[in-house]
């Protein structure tokens, strides 16, 4: 709430709600955090979760079906296809990106709650 000093308004005075510890409590920290980090964390992790078991799916089932049905063209004995470096290093990229995403969402959080007390 802005305060009018000579028909200009200079600074704020807080609300007796935003003054209050338990709102302070639960809905600058708890629904705030939930809500803006912790469920997005979940469903980007849940989400790349689901990626990474699809490309391992995939990339098994490929080699049983090159296995019952072979190539012209086969790899010798303990070298690795291409198409299975590819889904390892798609599963990598997908876990760094995930990996980077929490660490940043972590800062902000400790950011946010360290504000939120504060106040």
Request: net charge positive.
């Amino acid at each position: 709430m802005c305060r009018e000093f000579g028909g200009g308004y200079v600074g704020f005075v807080s609300t007796d709600l935003l003054d209050s510890h338990a709102y302070n409590i639960v809905y600058r920290i708890i629904l705030f955090i939930s809500l803006q980090y912790v469920l997005p964390t979940l469903a980007l992790v849940y989400l790349n979760w689901r990626v990474i078991v699809a490309l391992r799916r995939s990339d098994s089932y490929r080699l049983s079906t090159t296995q019952r049905y072979p190539p012209v063209t086969s790899h010798p004995p303990g070298v690795v296809s291409s198409s299975t470096q590819s889904t390892r290093s798609i599963t990598l990229v997908v876990a760094v990106i995930v990996t980077i995403c929490i660490v940043v969402h972590v800062v902000a959080l400790t950011a946010h709650v360290i504000d939120t007390v504060r106040v």
